[in-house]
T-cell receptor, first 113, second 110 residues
Framework: SQTIHQWPATLVQPVGSPLSLECTVEGTSNPNLYWYRQAAGRGLQLLFYSVGIGQISSEVPQNLSASRPQDRQFILSSKKLLLSDSGFYLC????????????FGPGTRLTVL | GQQLNQSPQSMFIQEGEDVSMNCTSSSIFNTWLWYKQDPGEGPVLLIALYKAGELTSNGRLTAQFGITRKDSFLNISASIPSDVGIYFCAGYWVGNQFYFGTGTSLTVIP
């Protein structure tokens, strides 16, 4: 069965510091991968998605970037964090086909101080 | 991006009561998904729907894919305290993006 991992689970970073969040998926090949941010109050904002190694689509211009160095690895980065980058970051993978479905990871809580 | 209209935004119910929530869209979808999110955790998939009119159950949960393909409903029967959380709907048509509702916060009073 498929499993999705995210780390770290929690992160507190000062303004201006770099960021690297990692997401890995087990048990599937060539998944579509997604990064979402969830601010307090629930809404899920799509940040990036990737359909393959090195292929990144950005939905919202911002202080963040994403990379997919390996088939089942998706990384969210920033060179300099802003206060507004605080939030709950969720990675997800998509099962494509007749029964299209999306599964989420456990999330990373980022607090920028 | 497009966001689905989900209602109600919050619900406070007594344990044992039934719960209904729904999601509507201005566009048609060919997939509707329902998730539950506990505090500090990622959303967990509850039910997936793929055909207009489809009615699917998962224990005490029942969801329906609206005939117009622009809405979906989730019902929870005989609520229990562990049903507390935020419920999200999500829709998909084509391309790579799923669209999410704003969530329904459910509180169950023992």
């Amino acid at each position: 069965s498929q499993t999705i991992h995210q780390w770290p689970a929690t992160l507190v970073q000062p303004v201006g510091s770099p960021l690297s969040l990692e997401c890995t998926v087990e048990g599937t090949s060539n998944p579509n991968l997604y990064w979402y941010r969830q601010a307090a109050g629930r809404g899920l904002q799509l940040l990036f998605y990737s359909v393959g190694i090195g292929q990144i689509s950005s939905e919202v211009p911002q202080n963040l970037s994403a990379s997919r160095p390996q088939d089942r690895q998706f990384i969210l980065s920033s060179k300099k964090l802003l206060l507004s980058d605080s939030g709950f970051y969720l990675c997800a993978w998509r099962l494509t086909g007749p029964t299209d479905t999306q599964y989420f990871g456990p999330g990373t809580r980022l607090t920028v101080l | 991006g497009q966001q689905l209209n989900q209602s109600p935004q919050s619900m406070f119910i007594q344990e044992g009561e039934d719960v209904s929530m729904n999601c509507t869209s201005s566009s048609i979808f060919n997939t509707w998904l329902w998730y539950k999110q506990d505090p500090g955790e990622g959303p967990v998939l509850l039910i997936a729907l793929y055909k207009a009119g489809e009615l699917t159950s998962n224990g005490r949960l029942t969801a329906q894919f609206g005939i117009t393909r622009k809405d979906s409903f989730l019902n929870i029967s005989a609520s229990i305290p562990s049903d507390v959380g935020i419920y999200f709907c999500a829709g998909y048509w084509v391309g790579n993006q799923f669209y999410f509702g704003t969530g329904t916060s459910l509180t169950v009073i023992p």
